[in-house]
């Protein structure tokens, strides 16, 4: 680092740590240590009259980190606002998946550059998978100088102590601190949730799956399981404080407890002492089709609260691009699993995430994809154009389609994928489904929605005082996007 940038770094920052993709990669297997979360008493009183605004893009991941930073911010006395011109904390919780995600959340900075001169004590802070990008940070530290804080995916659990850093220089000076070596579990952490009836429960961090066109492993670290009776004593708190439903979290759950030690737990294991908690519903997402094994598929086979309706994502119908992929499953296996969930747990609803234009991705092989999506009839699916992410194996690779094709390629999916929606929507017309009322419905705030074991969308009439309870709906008519149906 030259002298006059190391000048520049010690007046504006009191931290500055970056991370080192290439550490990232290479990281050691060490043990995770499991901490238990504790405020300093200095933090506890910074926020109290002050504002916090948090803006989240991209997965569940990162709405089950907002909620823990929100529990964080909250527990220092800060309340919610969503006006940016009230707040006295603004943190953009980011995704780095694709490169409009990114787009987004640059053109957020360059907007609210000018609050800053209307509340110089304002903190501007950024964290989540694109502080994790080397390259992300130095753009933003450079293009964004008015960015006070910058914290990466590993260390939530140190917002409030890097706030106190900040307040101790009277909001002159600004932290970095991301780490490439992924963090340590915290058991405990405040949490403010998003819905009093659903909720996330993060049942592993990490991804060790190094798909060549993601950059998930390289921002979130390697694969940290929470320990089973963590997570049980979770759910059960959850069930007595009322919530209905929760959805366990991992980018590849059926990787879990591969890497606890002496546990000899499955993920299929987790299942089936779920099953016992008395909480009424059990989704989870995300699952890898090569890890997804029999046994998991007999527990949700078993019923009870686990719904019958799984995300399994795909990527692509072809061998060839599979393999490029390094998916490590073939189309035909993926769909021997499809057969066996389908056999095993009747009328399983199945949705996908699915690439287009991968490099190298010919006519034949997109036919491919065409031909399983045909084959399998999903019910629901992200579909995406692939995006290169710098520091990725398959950003290197070459990619001769012009962004026409591109655009047609997707075009051509959602409209195959699409006529199956309503199909699987269909089959419920007539039928009583038991629905999880979730409030006003989107579009039309005179009708309720919610969602039933399958996980469709319903709308319908009916009191307001229905929220948060499982209620019995017959279902009148089906469409693509969601499901009308009438109180029984
Ligand atoms: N380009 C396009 N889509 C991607 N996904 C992950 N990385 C990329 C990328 N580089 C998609 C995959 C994954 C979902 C969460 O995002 O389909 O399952
Ligand atoms: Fe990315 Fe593949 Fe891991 Fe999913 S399994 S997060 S696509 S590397």
Not at 17 to 27: D, F, H, Q, T
Not at 242 to 253: I, K, R
Not at 365 to 388: C, M, Q, R
């Amino acid at each position: 680092m030259s002298d006059r940038l190391d000048k520049k770094i010690k007046e504006r920052y009191t931290k500055y740590v970056l991370p080192s993709i290439k550490e990232a990669r290479y990281r050691k297997n060490s043990e995770t240590k499991y901490y238990d979360y504790q405020i300093s008493e200095e933090a506890r009183t910074i926020g109290q009259g002050k504002k916090y605004l948090l803006k989240t893009y991209g997965c569940q991941g990162n709405l089950a980190d907002s909620e823990k930073l929100a529990g964080i911010l909250e527990s220092m006395g800060y309340t919610v606002t969503d006006n940016d011109e009230l707040a006295d904390i603004i943190i953009f919780n980011t995704c780095a998946i694709r490169e409009n995600a990114e787009m987004r959340v640059f053109g957020e900075l360059g907007r609210i550059k000018g609050l800053k001169k209307k509340n110089p004590h304002l903190i501007l802070g950024i964290c989540g998978c694109m502080t994790q990008e080397e390259v992300t940070t130095e753009t933003l530290r450079k293009k964004f100088p008015h960015v006070d804080l910058i914290f990466g995916t590993h260390n939530i659990a140190m917002l409030a102590e890097y706030i106190v850093d900040i307040a101790k220089t009277n909001y002159e000076k600004g932290v970095v601190e991301v780490f490439s070596v992924e963090g340590d579990i915290y058991e405990g952490l405040p949490q403010v949730r998003d819905h009093k009836y659903r909720a996330w429960v993060n049942i592993m961090y990490g991804c060790d799956e190094f798909c060549t066109y993601c950059i998930v492993p390289y921002t979130r670290g390697k694969e940290r399981s929470r320990k089973p009776a963590d997570i049980i004593k979770e759910v059960e708190k959850l069930a007595s404080e009322g919530y209905v439903e929760v959805t366990l979290l991992g980018q590849n759950v059926n990787a879990y407890g591969k890497d606890l030690e002496g546990y000899n737990y499955t993920f299929a294991n987790l299942l089936k002492d779920l099953q016992k908690t008395s909480i009424k519903r059990i989704r989870f997402t995300t699952s890898h089709p090569r890890d997804l094994d029999d046994a998991t598929i007999e527990v949700m086979a078993s019923g009870g609260n686990i719904m019958p309706s799984l995300h399994l994502p795909v990527q692509s119908g072809s061998n060839q691009i599979l393999k490029k992929m390094n998916r490590k499953y073939t189309k035909e296996e993926y769909l021997d699993k499809i057969q066996k969930l389908k056999t095993l747990i009747p009328g399983i609803s199945i949705t996908t995430d699915i690439i287009v234009a991968f490099p190298g991705e010919t006519e034949e092989d997109f036919l491919e994809t065409i031909d399983l999506v045909n084959k399998v009839e999903f019910e629901g699916a992200y579909t995406f154009i692939y995006s290169p992410r710098e520091g990725t194996p398959a950003a290197k690779y070459e990619n001769p389609l012009t962004p026409q094709m591109k655009k047609q390629r997707l075009l051509t999916l959602n409209k195959t994928i699409n006529s199956y929606f309503l199909k699987g929507n269909k089959r419920f017309e007539s039928q009583v489904l038991e629905v999880l009322v979730e409030g006003p419905s989107k579009n039309n705030d005179q009708m309720l929605c919610g969602y039933s074991p399958h996980n469709k969308l319903v709308n319908f009439e009916g009191p307001i005082e229905l929220v948060g309870q499982i209620v019995k709906v017959k279902i009148i008519k089906a469409y693509t996007w969601h499901l009308l149906g009438e109180l029984c």
